[in-house]
C-alpha cells in the first residue's frame, strides 16, 4: 500500500486546487520558507484526524480554511483528500484503491468521507489501525517535533510502541469491551430490578391465580347444582300456579255477582255523600264569610270609638287653650301675684296627676291582659281553621295520590314489556360479541404463536450470525498474525539484502574491488563472489564457513596477471587486503584403497557452484577438504587410517582439523555478526518461508472473503426476521387492542343487561310498594275526612268564647278611655302651670305671641275635630249593615246545620244497611286477594328464578333438564388452564363422586328421591363462598402464566448477561494476554533493531530499550538510552541536537525493521545532521524504500539528491502557494520537470 495522490483545495495557502501525484520511493518537498512547505504535511496530518488547533499551527480548526490576500477574497470551505492504493491486504477491504476527504466549512461543520460516502472520525481511525499510518503515529516526524520521542515522558513514549506492535486495535477493543461491560453491568442492574418487581407481582398473582382457580371450581358445582334446584322448583310452581289460577277464576266470578248487587244501594250512597259534601262545603263557605264580617264589624266600632275618644281629647285642649290665654292676659297685669299663685296650684297639680297616673296604668295593665286573651284565642282560632285547610288539602292530596298510584299501576305493566324486550335484545348482542371476542382472541393466539416462532428463528439467526462473525474475526487474525510473519521475515530479508549489497563482512581491498574502485584495473562485472555462488545443504552450512574461513571473502578473477595487479594497486593504494582465486592446475588427490565412512564426505560432493563456469574454481577451493558428523569420529577414523590424504576437516558443529593435526573448536559468549554465506542461505531460506507463508495468507483471504459474503448472508437474515417480527408485533398489538375495544364492548353489553336488570327488579319492587300505598292513601283518606269534622266542631265552641271575650275588652278599653282623658287633662294643668312658672321671668315680653299661637293651635283641633266627627259617623253606619248582614248570614248557618244533620242521619241508615253485604263481599274479595297474592307470589317466584337463570346463566329454565344438571354438578371440574403448582383450600377437586359419563337409569331413578333442602343448603354456602371471595380477577390465571413466563424469560436473560458478562471478562484478558506478548515480542525486537540500527547510523554507538515497570507490560513507560561513540551519557536529555536527531532516526528504522509503515513524512528531520550523518541517513533510508514510501520536507541538497521525486512550493503570488514537481529519469539519468499546472503535476 502507498499513498498516490494528495489533493488539496483551500486550506491554508492552498487557495486553489492542488493535486500532487505520488510515487513509490523518496519524494522531497523544497522550497524557500514560509512558502507552505509544511502545509502539505499538515493537510495529510489534518485529513487523518487531527483534532488540535495548536498542532496545526491555529487557534480554532477554521484558521486552516484559506483567509485571503490583499487580491483574493477568503473561501468559506476547505477539503483535503489522501488517496491510497494496493491496499486490500493492510486495509481489509475490497477495494484497490480507498479514498479518505475531510471538509470544514467557516460556520463550523466538518464531515469525514471514505471513497465519497460519509464517515466518522472512528471509522477512519479503525481503518488505518495497526498500519503505522495515523496523525500521532511513528510515520510522522514533523519540524520542532524530531526530538520529541526523547524528550517526551516514559508512558507518552509508549504510544508508537503500541502502533509498531500492532495492539492499538486491541486497546481499540479492551475499551469497547470495557464500555460494553459497563453496559452489561447496568443491564443486568436494571434486570434484576425488574426481576425484583415482577417477583413481588407473581407472588400477588398467584394468590389471585389461585383464587380464580377456586372461584371457577366453586361457580362450576354452584353452577350446575343452582340449575338443577331452580329448574325443580321452577317445574313445581309452574304446576301450583295452574291449580291457583282455576280458583281465582271461579271467585272471581262470585265476587262480579255480589258487585253488580251492591252497586245501585252503593249509587244512592254516593249520591247522599255527595249531596252532603256540597252542602257541608258551601256550609263552610258560610262560616267563613260570618267571621269576615264580625271581623269587619269591630274593626269599623273600634275606628267609631277611637274617633270619639280622640274628639274629647281635642275639645279638652280647646278648653284648656282658652282658659290659658285668659289666664295670659290676666297675667299681663299681675304677673307676680299670679306666679306665686301658680307655685302653689302646680303643687297641687302634681298630686292630683300621680294618682291619676297610677290609675290609668292600673287600667292600661287589665286591658293589655284582655287583649292578650282575646289574640290567644284569635289564634287559637285561626289555627284550627289553618288545621281545617289542612286537613282539606291533605283530603284532596290523598285522593291525587289514589288517583296517581292508579295510573302507576296501568304504567308498570307497559314499562315490565319494554324491560323484558330490552333484557332479550341485550342477549342477542352478547352472544354476537362474544363470537367475536373468541374468534379475536384465536387470532391473537396464532398471531403470538407466530411471534414466538419468528423470535427463535430470529435468535437461530443471530446466534449464526455471531458464529460466522466469530469465525470471520478468528480469520482476520489469523490473516493479521501471517501478515505480520510475512513483514518480519521480509524486513529481516531486506536488511539481509541490504548488508549483501553492501558487502557486509568482506575486507576494505574486496568492497573496493567489488565498488569498482579499481575500474580500470579489473571491472566489478568480471569479478564473482565464490561465496555467493556456493549451493550446500544447511546442515553444512556452518561447516562449509569454518572450512572456507577468510577464503569465505574471495574473489574469482581467473586471470593470474589481472589478479597480481589488482594486488599491486590495493597496496599502491592501501585499500586494504582482499584475497583472491585464479585458474591454476592443481592436483587432486586420492585415498588409496581406503572407503569412507557414512559420517565423513568430501566437501565436493555437497558444495556445488550455481553458475557452471565456476564449478572448476569451486572444486579447487575446495579440494583435499571433507565434512565430517563430529570432531571424534574422524579423529577416531585417522588414527584408524594414519594414509588419509586430507587437507581440512570441518565438522556440523563449526569445529575444524587440518592435516598438520591443529584443531580449532570451541564457542564465545559474545554475539557473532552472520557471514556471508550463512546470509545468503538465510535470504535463500527466507525467501522460500515468504513466498509460502504468501500462498498461505492468500488462502486465508479467500477464506474471510468467503466467511464475509456468509456473514452478509446471515444479517440480511437477521433484519428479515427483525422486520417480520416488527410487523407480528404491530398486527398483535392491533389485536390486543381490538380484543380489548371487544371485551369493553362486551363489559357495557353487561353492565346495560345488568341496569336492566336492576330496572325491572326495581319496578316490580315499586309496583308491590305502589299496591300497598293506595291501600294506605285509602285509609288515610277515610281517616282525615272524620278529622276534618272534629276541627270544624271545636272551632264554632271557640269562636263563642272569643265574642264573650270581646265584650269584656271592650269595656275594659272604655273605661281606660275616660281614665286616659281624665289624666290628659291634668297633665295640661301642669304643663301650663310649668310654662307660667318658666316664663314669668324671661319671656314676659312674648306673651302676645303666645296667645296668638294658641289660637291657630284651637282652629287647627277644631278642623280635627270636623274630620273624626264625620269618619266616626260613616264607620258607625258601617258597623249598622254590617250587623244586619251578620244576621242574615248566622241564620243562614243554622239552617245548613240541620240539613246537614238530617242528611247524616239518612247516610247512616243506608250504610247500616250495606254493612252485612259489605262484610260478604268484603269477605270474597279478600279471599280472591289471597289467592292473586299468592298466585302473585308464586308468579313473581317463578318470574324471578326463571330470569335469575336467564340473567346467570343465559339459559331457559324450560329446557333445563335439573336431573342432568344435578348429576353435571357431581362431575369432575375440567379445568382449562393447568396450574398445579396452586393449592386448593377448599378441596372441592375431591368432592365429585364419579367421573364423565352418562347417568344411568337407576342413577336418575335415584335423583327423584334427593334432598332439595341439602342442595339449597349447599348452594346457599356456595353463594356465601363467592361472596365472601369477594372481587375476583379471572384474567389472573392467564396473567399468572404470562407474568410466570416474563419472568422465566427474565431470568433467562439475566443468565445471558452474566454469561455475556463472563464473556467480555474472558475477552478483556484475551485481549489483555496477546496485547502482552505481541509488546513483549515487539518490545525486545524493536530493542534489537534499535541497537543495530543506531550503531551503523552513528557510527558504533551504544543504544537500548528499557521498560520502567516490567511486571505491568501494558501500562509501562519506556526509557531510551542512546551513548554516541567514546561517550557515557546517562540521560538522552544530555545529547545535542544532531545526535538527538539520529537517536530518534535510529528508533524510527528500528521500528521500521519490525513493522514498515506503508508511507511516512520526515518534515525538515535532517536540518541538524552534518553531511556524514546526512550520508549514512540517506543510504539508511533508501533500503526502506521498498516497503514504504518516504515524503521528506527538506532543504539539504544531498537528501534531494537521493528523492525519487521533488516537489517545489512557491508563491508567486503572496499569500498563495503554487506547486512545481521534477522527477528523474532512471533511463536518462536527467530530471524532468512538469508544468506549472498545479492541477495535474508529475
Request: hydrophobic share 35%; glycine share 6%.
Given at each position: 500500500?502507498?499513498l ?93 484503491e480507498?479514498?479518505?476527504s ?5 460556520d ?9 460516502k ?71 442492574a ?87 259534601a ?153 352472544v ?13 393466539a ?36 501471517q ?88 597496496d ?5 587486503r ?30 556445488l557452484?550455481r553458475d ?12 583435499n ?41 570451541g ?7 552472520s ?10 531460506k ?117 265574642a ?9 278599653r ?15 294643668r301642669?304643663?301650663s ?58 241564620a ?12 247524616d ?5 243506608i ?55 344435578l ?7 375440567d ?17 365429585p363422586?364419579?367421573?364423565r ?15 332439595w333442602?341439602?342442595?339449597e ?10 361472596s ?12 399468572y402464566?404470562?407474568l410466570?413466563?416474563r ?20 475477552t ?58 567514546g ?19 535510529a ?25 556524514a ?21 527538506t ?23 503554487k ?20 492541477s495535474?503535476?508529475?
Open positions: 500500500m502507498y498516490k495522490e494528495i489533493v488539496i483545495s483551500g486550506f491554508k495557502s492552498f487557495a486553489d486546487r492542488t493535486r500532487l501525484d505520488l510515487r513509490r520511493g523518496v519524494t522531497a518537498v523544497v522550497g524557500p520558507n514560509g512558502c507552505g512547505k509544511s502545509n502539505i504535511v499538515d493537510a495529510i496530518r489534518w485529513v487523518l484526524g487531527e483534532q488540535s488547533a495548536k498542532a496545526l499551527r491555529g487557534a480554532s480548526m477554521q484558521d486552516v480554511i484559506f483567509e485571503g490576500t490583499d487580491k483574493r477574497k477568503g473561501l468559506p470551505t476547505c477539503e483535503v483528500s489522501l488517496t491510497f492504493t494496493d491496499c486490500e491486504a493492510e486495509l481489509g477491504t475490497a477495494f484497490n480507498v479514498e479518505i475531510r471538509r470544514v466549512t467557516r463550523g461543520g466538518s464531515d469525514y468521507y471514505i471513497n465519497g460519509v464517515s466518522r472520525l472512528k471509522d477512519i481511525q479503525r481503518l488505518f489501525a495497526n498500519t503505522g499510518v495515523g496523525r500521532v503515529s511513528y510515520s510522522f516526524m514533523l519540524q520542532g517535533q524530531i526530538d520529541q520521542i526523547l524528550s517526551t515522558n516514559p508512558s507518552e513514549r509508549r504510544t508508537i510502541f503500541e502502533e509498531a506492535a500492532g495492539i492499538t486495535l486491541y486497546k481499540a477493543q479492551r475499551k469497547e469491551a470495557l464500555n460494553k461491560l459497563s453496559l452489561v453491568d447496568a443491564n443486568l436494571r434486570v434484576t430490578d425488574v426481576i425484583e418487581e415482577v417477583s413481588r407481582q407473581i407472588g400477588s398473582l398467584k394468590r389471585q391465580a389461585s383464587k380464580a382457580l377456586r372461584y371457577q371450581r366453586i361457580k362450576h358445582r354452584l353452577t350446575h347444582l343452582d340449575l338443577a334446584f331452580s329448574a325443580y322448583r321452577f317445574t313445581s310452581l309452574k304446576g301450583s300456579i295452574d291449580t291457583l289460577a282455576t280458583r281465582a277464576d271461579e271467585l272471581r266470578k262470585k265476587l262480579e255477582a255480589h258487585t253488580e248487587s251492591m252497586a245501585a244501594d252503593e249509587e244512592a250512597l254516593a249520591v247522599q255523600k255527595a249531596a252532603r256540597d252542602l257541608n262545603e258551601k256550609m263552610q263557605e258560610l262560616q267563613q264569610r260570618v267571621f269576615n264580617l264580625r271581623s269587619e264589624k269591630e274593626n269599623s266600632e273600634n275606628q267609631a270609638e277611637f274617633s270619639g275618644i280622640r274628639m274629647k281629647d281635642l275639645e279638652a285642649r280647646i278648653a284648656e287653650y282658652q282658659k290659658e290665654i285668659q289666664g295670659l292676659e290676666a297675667q299681663q297685669n299681675e304677673l307676680a301675684e299670679r306666679a306665686r299663685n301658680e307655685s302653689e296650684n302646680k303643687q297641687l297639680q302634681l298630686d292630683v296627676v300621680d294618682d291619676s297616673d297610677r290609675i290609668f296604668r292600673d287600667r292600661s295593665d287589665e286591658l293589655v291582659r284582655a287583649q292578650e286573651q282575646l289574640g290567644e284565642m284569635e289564634a287559637q282560632l285561626q289555627q284550627r281553621r289553618q288545621t281545617v285547610l289542612h286537613a282539606e288539602n291533605r283530603i284532596n292530596r290523598s285522593r291525587s295520590r289514589c288517583t296517581t298510584l292508579e295510573v302507576d299501576l296501568k304504567t308498570y305493566q307497559v314499562k315490565h314489556a319494554a324491560l323484558t324486550e330490552t333484557l332479550l335484545t341485550l342477549k342477542e348482542e352478547v354476537v360479541l362474544e363470537k367475536g371476542h373468541a374468534d379475536i382472541q384465536r387470532l391473537l396464532r398471531r403470538r404463536e407466530e411471534q414466538q416462532l419468528g423470535e427463535s428463528a430470529l435468535e437461530q439467526a443471530r446466534v449464526d450470525s455471531k458464529e460466522i462473525l466469530q469465525q470471520s474475526r478468528t480469520m482476520q487474525e489469523q490473516i493479521q498474525e501478515d505480520r510473519g510475512i513483514a518480519r521475515k521480509t524486513a529481516q530479508l531486506n536488511v539481509l539484502e541490504n548488508l549483501q549489497a553492501k558487502f557486509e563482512g568482506f575486507g576494505e581491498g574486496a568492497k573496493a574491488i567489488l565498488g569498482d574502485k579499481l575500474g580500470e584495473v579489473v571491472s566489478k562485472n568480471s569479478v564473482s563472489i565464490i561465496s555467493k555462488e556456493l549451493k550446500v545443504q544447511p546442515a553444512y552450512t556452518s561447516a562449509l564457513e569454518t572450512l572456507l574461513g577468510q577464503a569465505a571473502e574471495a574473489l574469482f578473477i581467473g586471470d593470474t596477471k589481472q589478479a597480481l595487479m589488482v594486488i599491486d594497486r590495493l599502491a593504494d592501501q585499500l586494504g582482499a584475497c583472491l582465486q585464479v585458474n591454476l592446475e592443481a592436483g587432486h588427490s586420492k585415498i588409496p584403497g581406503v572407503k569412507l565412512p557414512d559420517d565423513i564426505v568430501a566437501a565436493v560432493s555437497v558444495v557452484a557452471s563456469s565456476l564449478s572448476e574454481a569451486v572444486a579447487r577451493l575446495l579440494t577438504c571433507y565434512f565430517a558428523e563430529s570432531l571424534e569420529s574422524f579423529v577416531k577414523f585417522w588414527k584408524a587410517h594414519p594414509e588419509f590424504n586430507f587437507l581440512l576437516v570441518a565438522t556440523k558443529n563449526g569445529e575444524i582439523i587440518d592435516c598438520r593435526g591443529l584443531i580449532h573448536g564457542r564465545t559468549s559474545g554475539k557473532k555478526s557471514s556471508v554465506i550463512e546470509r545468503e542461505s538465510e535470504i535463500r527466507l525467501r522460500s518461508e515468504i513466498e509460502t507463508e504468501r500462498k498461505a495468507l492468500n488462502t486465508l483471504r479467500e477464506q474471510s472473503t468467503t466467511l464475509e459474503d456468509q456473514r452478509l448472508v446471515a444479517e440480511a437474515t437477521v433484519e428479515e426476521q427483525r422486520q417480520r417480527l416488527s410487523e407480528l408485533a404491530s398486527e398483535v398489538s392491533g389485536l390486543v387492542a381490538e380484543e380489548r375495544n371487544q371485551g369493553q364492548k362486551v363489559e357495557h353489553n353487561a353492565r346495560s343487561h345488568h341496569k336492566s336488570e336492576d330496572d325491572l327488579e326495581r319496578l316490580d319492587a315499586k309496583h308491590g310498594d305502589s299496591v300497598q300505598e293506595l291501600e294506605e292513601a285509602q285509609q288515610e283518606l277515610v281517616a282525615a275526612e272524620k278529622a276534618l269534622l272534629e276541627e270544624r266542631q271545636s272551632g264554632t265552641d271557640l269562636e263563642d268564647a272569643i264573650e271575650a270581646r265584650e269584656t275588652r271592650d269595656q275594659k272604655e273605661a281606660l278611655a275616660d281614665v286616659r282623658l281624665e289624666l290628659a287633662e291634668k297633665k295640661q301642669l304643663e302651670v310649668d310654662r307660667v312658672l318658666g316664663e314669668v321671668q324671661r319671656e314676659t315680653a312674648s306673651l302676645q305671641n303666645r296667645i296668638i299661637r294658641r289660637n291657630q293651635e284651637i282652629d287647627t283641633i277644631n278642623e280635627q275635630i270636623g274630620q273624626l266627627k264625620g269618619s266616626g259617623a260613616r264607620e258607625r253606619e258601617k258597623s249598622l249593615e254590617l250587623e244586619k248582614t251578620l244576621q242574615v248570614a248566622s243562614k248557618l243554622s239552617e245548613d246545620r240541620a240539613a246537614i244533620k238530617e242528611m242521619a239518612v247516610i247512616t241508615g250504610d247500616g244497611s250495606l254493612g252485612g253485604r259489605r262484610n260478604e263481599g268484603r269477605t270474597y274479595d279478600q279471599e280472591m286477594t289471597r289467592l292473586e297474592i299468592r298466585l302473585a307470589e308464586e308468579r313473581s317466584q317463578i318470574g324471578f328464578i326463571h330470569s335469575a337463570a336467564h340473567d346467570e346463566y343465559q339459559i331457559e329454565l324450560e329446557r333445563v333438564d335439573w336431573k342432568a344438571e348429576w353435571e354438578g357431581n362431575v369432575e371440574f379445568k382449562r388452564v393447568n396450574l398445579d403448582d396452586l393449592d386448593d383450600p377448599d378441596k372441592l377437586s375431591a368432592q363422586k364419579h367421573e359419563r352418562d347417568p344411568t337409569e337407576e342413577e336418575l331413578a335415584e335423583m327423584e328421591s334427593t334432598n333442602a341439602i342442595i343448603d349447599e348452594v346457599s354456602e356456595l353463594k356465601s363462598r363467592i365472601n371471595m369477594g372481587p375476583v380477577n379471572l384474567d389472573a390465571i392467564s396473567e402464566t404470562d410466570k413466563e419472568h422465566d424469560f427474565l431470568k433467562n436473560q439475566s443468565e445471558d448477561l452474566w454469561k455475556a458478562k463472563n464473556a467480555l471478562v474472558k478483556i484478558d484475551e485481549i489483555n494476554e496477546t496485547s502482552q506478548k505481541l509488546f513483549r515480542d515487539t518490545f525486545e525486537q524493536v530493542r534489537k533493531n534499535f541497537a543495530f540500527t543506531y550503531e551503523k547510523i552513528s557510527g558504533g554507538g551504544e543504544s537500548d530499550l528499557i521498560l520502567v515497570d516490567s511486571e505491568d507490560v501494558l501500562e509501562s513507560g519506556i526509557d531510551i538510552i542512546a551513548r554516541p561513540p561517550t557515557r551519557l546517562k540521560s538522552v536529555t544530555l545529547l545535542s541536537g544532531g545526535q538527538r536527531t539520529m537517536a530518534a532516526v528508533l524510527l528504522f528500528a521500528i521500521y525493521l519490525v513493522k514498515p509503515s506503508p508511507f511516512c513524512v520526515l518534515d525538515e528531520i535532517d536540518a541538524a545532521l552534518d553531511d550523518n546526512i550520508g549514512r541517513f540517506c543510504e539508511t533510508l533508501h533500503g526502506f524504500t521498498e516497503k514504504s514510501q518516504f515524503l521528506i520536507v532543504h539539504n541538497k544531498r537528501t534531494i539528491s537521493n528523492a525519487d521525486t521533488v516537489f517545489g512550493v512557491t508563491m508567486p503570488e503572496k499569500g498563495v502557494s506547486l512545481l514537481s521534477m522527477r528523474f529519469n532512471q533511463d536518462t539519468n536527467r530530471p524532468e520537470l512538469a508544468g506549472a499546472d498545479n495535474q503535476p508529475f
